[in-house]
Each structure stands twice: as C-alpha cells, then as structure tokens.
C-alpha cells in the first residue's frame, strides 16, 4: 500500500543543502571573518558571519499552553538574543485563520511561520486543505508532547467515561434514533485533535465517520459551546478542558498522554521558502525557541510562564485555568485528581522537541486511514520533504545541546493505551489491523 522507501525525493534536498554550504564556504572566503561581532544592543552579541539575513518574522499562534515556547521567547528576549529583534508573535482566532495566513505569507499580510498542529504543514504543503493550491512548508522542531485532553459533557456524568468510550456508543445510537445528531468536536480536519478524537472513538467501537459526527471548533471556542449543549465531546489542549471542568460544564474524560504516552503534538512549522531564502534567521529563531523550550521546562518556572501565558495579550484567563495541569496536577472534574502525572505536558525534556520522523509517519499513516491523503502517499518522501530535523541538530549543537540529539530519527515501535503497536518500519501492517477506518 505505501511507496515507503523511495530515496529520489531525497535529491532536491541533497542538492540544497550542498549550495547552501557552497554559499556559506564562499561567504568564509571572501573575507567575512568568523570572529568579528556586532552588538545588538540588549547586552547580546553575536557573529557577524552569523547576524541573520532579517530582523523580522511574523509567527502565528493559538491560545493554548503548548504556544508558550514561542511566547516566552517573545517575553523573554530571546529572539533578540540571536538577533531578531523585530519579531512578532501574533493570535490567531483558529487552526483555519493560522492556515489562511501561512498561505498569505508575510508580505500579503499574513504570516512567515506559526505554532502548529503537527499534520497541518503536510496538508498545506500538498494543498489537501488549500483548494489545490500547494504551500511548501517545514518543520523545524516539535513544541510539545503529552497536554491534551477529551472532555465529555455532564449529560453523560453518570458513565464516568474515561480510556474506554464504549459506554458511548448505545447513547449515541439513541440520539440518532430520535432523529438527532451526536457531535464529537476537534478543533482542524487531519490535526491531532482529529487523530485523537478518532482513535479513542474507534478504540470502543464508535465509527467516527458513521456513529457521530466530528464538527470544528476553534479551541478558545470549545467551552462555550458545551455550555450550549452543541456536543457531546471534544478533544483540546490546555487550557480549556482545565476551563470545563472549573466551570463545571463538563469533565474530563482522559489526557491524550493516557492514549499515547509522550506523544507528539504541535509544532513550529515555517513556510518554506522563507526558510530556503533565511537560512541564518531560520537558525536563530530555531535557537530561540529551544532555549525558551528548556526555560519552560524547568519546574522553577512554570509558575512565572503561567503567569505570562494568562496575560490578556496572550491568552486573557485566569491563571488557576493554566497552572494546575501545567505543574502536572490533573483535577478531572470527577473527584480523580492525579498529582506529578507522568502524563504532563513537556517542552524539551525526553526528547519534547525534536521532531522525529516516525512520529509524523504515524500522523500521515492515520490520515489516509481517515481519508485525507489518497491511500499509494508515498509518506515516506513527503516526510523528507517537510521534516527539517537537520536545522534542529544544528542549533540545536548551536546552544551546547549536542546530548539532547537522538541517535535516531524514529523512536521506534510505538504502543497505544489498547495494546495497538505502530511500528515505523511498516505502517502498512499498522493500518491494514485496523478495524474501524474510511481509506480515500
């Protein structure tokens, strides 16, 4: 079923790689020397050979926990550290409008890279959610793992629904035989939300594409449409199913890291050629973001970055929505409280923000499961040609990080909460022992 081992889409990137470092040797040669520093002004300096080709980037995020790498490099001063000192970290309204400006790029008025769902720069990049019109797009790193949740409405308190959905599937038959319509809500068509949703959906038996019906949201959205009754559950990040349950509209049926412990979430996606055309800016900013991700890791600080976070110009909630599941205490609105879950979102540490390969193998895997890329996607080379882990190695090395490199670019078989393995080296296998599945 996958073309899974075809190097050719290798070349292209090969062939850049080689005329940038020839650009670079030439740059050495003519006499820029390694040495010379100019100040930025902030107390920082920087090589000259290495001050980037621009001071400005224009990033995207939603209000959710997992944007606060790019927040707090914003905050913190640390884009200006490596000498872009006039980027913007701007709010997006939702995964949509992210997408939408990313297709306008900076110089129309949108943006050059965002805070992302992870699947979402393959989907643009083919034009799957673009109207045909393809936007070549990177990688650059993982933001996060594990800080997800699916939240259920109090109309099904008494099921305690928790990893098995199941329970779900006679109450949602009910609502269609009385001629209504059960809601699941995700917050972008092929983005983890959807992953997440679908999986635990299918894990119980409950066929995502028939039994119910998953609708989008924009996260910042979600509570107040469970206060509304307009469904029946939705997966989000933090803050808003936190939001749920202090509101008590709802509860929280599981944390995604239940589903997939440390799994891969959102990532720093750029528009590519914004990168091919600002390879030294691409790096700062890439250095930026893991020096914010190390900061945001350590317990010393979670508080302060939650205060940060709650700032109106960022996420505009109180901190008590934030704070909790981010120092890793789990209030599921039921009475269960899980304090130092293992299941706590992290930025860096475990591997958090190196993007692996396998991981975004498994995310296009379980779209073509759900139809959103035809079933012969030679996954393998669109992988190469979005995943961009050799910038991350490099900055990476950059900030006296070479430890935090995995020796691989896959992490290996993985295993699901049901006992299901994903096995990297043979996705086919994977996806041919599911059950429940809608192939394009």
């Known amino acids: 079923m996958f073309n899974m081992f075809n190097a050719s889409s290798a070349v292209s990137r090969r062939q850049f790689?080689?005329?940038?470092?020839a650009l670079t040797a030439g740059a050495v040669t003519a006499g820029i020397p390694r040495a010379q520093s100019q100040s930025l002004g902030s107390g920082y300096w920087i090589a000259q050979a290495d001050t980037p080709e621009t001071t400005r980037a224009k990033l995207g995020f939603i209000a959710l926990t997992d944007a606060a790498p790019l927040i707090i490099a914003k905050e913190k001063g640390l884009f200006e550290k490596y000498g872009m000192k006039d980027v913007e970290v701007e709010k997006q309204a939702s995964w949509g409008t992210t997408r939408d400006n990313l297709v306008l790029g900076s110089g129309a008025g949108g943006i050059d890279g965002a805070h992302i769902l992870t699947p979402m720069p393959y989907l643009i990049s083919t034009g799957k959610v673009t109207d045909g019109r393809p936007v070549p797009m990177y990688i650059l790193a993982r933001l996060n793992v594990n800080g997800q949740g699916i939240s259920v409405a109090n109309t099904y308190r008494e099921l305690e629904i928790g990893l098995d959905s199941s329970p779900l599937k006679a109450k949602f038959?009910?609502?269609r035989a009385a001629g209504g319509e059960p809601k699941c809500a995700v917050t972008f068509p092929g983005g983890t939300h959807d992953m997440w949703m679908r999986y635990w959906l299918a894990a119980g038996g409950i066929d995502p594409n028939t039994d119910v019906s998953t609708i989008v949201v924009p996260p910042p959205q979600m509570v107040a449409n469970m206060k509304s009754r307009t469904m029946e559950?939705?997966?989000v990040g933090e803050p808003w199913n936190a939001q749920l349950v202090n509101q008590k509209e709802g509860y929280t049926a599981l944390?995604?890291?239940e589903l997939w412990n440390n799994h891969p979430e959102?990532?720093?996606g750029m528009r590519a050629d914004w990168v091919d055309a600002h390879p030294k800016a691409t790096l700062a900013l890439l250095k930026a973001v893991q020096e914010a991700q190390i900061w945001c890791d350590q317990p010393e600080n979670k508080e302060e970055m939650c205060q940060i976070l709650a700032q109106r110009r960022w996420f505009g909630i109180p901190v008590a929505d934030i704070l909790g599941r981010s120092q890793g205490t789990f209030d599921y609105g039921t009475g269960r409280i899980v304090e130092n879950s293992p299941h706590v979102m992290k930025y860096w540490n475990e591997e958090a923000s190196y993007p692996f390969k396998s991981h975004e193998l498994w995310f296009l895997t379980e779209n073509i499961r759900w139809g959103y890329f035809p079933a012969d996607t030679d996954t393998k080379a669109l992988v190469e040609q979005v995943n961009r882990e050799d910038l991350w190695k490099e900055a990476a090395k950059a900030i006296g990080q070479d430890a935090a490199i995995p020796a691989s670019t896959s992490r290996g078989v993985e295993t699901f909460f049901d006992g299901v393995q994903f096995d990297p080296e043979n996705p086919g296998a994977y996806l041919d022992?599911?059950?429940?599945?809608?192939?394009?």
Do not use: H, N, Q, V
């Open 17 to 21: 790689l080689a005329g940038a470092a």
């Open 173 to 175: 038959a009910e609502i």
């Open 233 to 235: 559950a939705f997966c």
């Open 255 to 257: 944390t995604t890291g």
């Open 266 to 268: 959102k990532s720093l």
């Open 433 to 440: 022992a599911l059950a429940i599945k809608k192939l394009a």
